[in-house]
């Protein structure tokens, strides 16, 4: 940081402490789940108010369906905001291939008009996503609020989404938490009940990414270059005083 040192020596009192702060600043990184916070089937909570951006990435099944935030507040659950909203079923013809991996698919443009929304998660509140489907019924990607405790949601994977639609996802319970916070979107995939509960996860899958409300810091690079704005202004008035 030398050219910070040759700066702050020309820099009037206060600049060359800021600038020596500035320097001491690290870029802000996404972070990372804190002990005691949780994104999975265990429910999502986080210690800071926390803005997680939903990707919508495809439907399959007859059912028409939604998916909601709901805070969780004890035995009730308080509707937050709906992500994601077909307007139909299913795909029209020619895009459906019924019995394949694309077997009643519902796309971004075709079935959901938009396919990317943001929600600020608050500080120490308890959450749950749900999938409102008609007449299906809703499932909770928190396990302990469905019927029977029954896993509905995977957290890192879409499912069966590759194979055909109904198959089996064989270890659900391999998909139980991630962290958000990661560098790459992380997948999500819901199972809505749907074929006798066929557990193939992937009646809707989407993509969510985390960053902290607090992470809106300045980068240090955005920091010096106002600061070296201050630094000539500072620079101009030594010279008009020594004249």
Same mark, same amino acid.
């Given at each position: ?116 929304? %943001? ?8 959450? @749950? !996503? #749900? &999938?409102? +489907? $008609? ?77 902290? %409300? ?8 955005? @920091? !010096? #270059? &106002?600061? +070296? $704005? ?14």
């Amino acid at each position: 940081m030398q050219f910070l040192k040759d700066v702050a020596a020309y820099a009037t009192p206060p600049i060359a402490a800021t600038l020596a702060l500035s320097a001491s600043i690290s870029p802000a990184s996404a972070g990372s789940l804190l002990p005691g916070e949780t994104f999975g089937t265990d429910g999502i909570y986080f210690l800071e108010d926390t803005t997680v951006t939903f990707n919508f990435d495809q439907t399959h099944g007859k059912y028409r369906s939604e998916l909601k935030i709901f805070q969780v507040d004890g035995d009730t659950l308080n509707f937050e905001k709906l992500l994601f909203e077909e307007v139909k079923a299913y795909d029209d013809a020619p895009n459906q291939v019924l019995g394949e991996a694309n077997g009643w698919v519902g796309s971004c443009g075709n079935t959901v008009l938009t396919c990317e929304a %943001s929600f600020t998660f608050l500080a120490n509140v308890e959450y @749950t !996503l #749900g &999938l409102v +489907s $008609v007449p299906g019924g809703t499932v909770y990607s928190t396990t302990d609020l469905n019927p029977t405790n029954t896993q509905q949601a995977v957290f890192g994977s879409r499912g069966s989404i590759a194979s055909f639609d109904g198959t089996l996802f064989p270890n659900p319970e391999d998909f139980t938490s991630i962290d958000p916070f990661a560098d790459l979107p992380i997948e999500l995939g819901f199972d809505d009940r749907g074929n006798g509960n066929d557990m193939d996860f992937q009646d809707m899958t989407l993509f969510a990414q985390a960053r902290r %409300s607090s992470a809106a810091v300045p980068e240090p690079s955005v @920091t !010096l #270059g &106002l600061l +070296s $704005v201050s630094v000539l202004v500072g620079l101009r008035l030594r010279r008009h005083r020594s004249v």
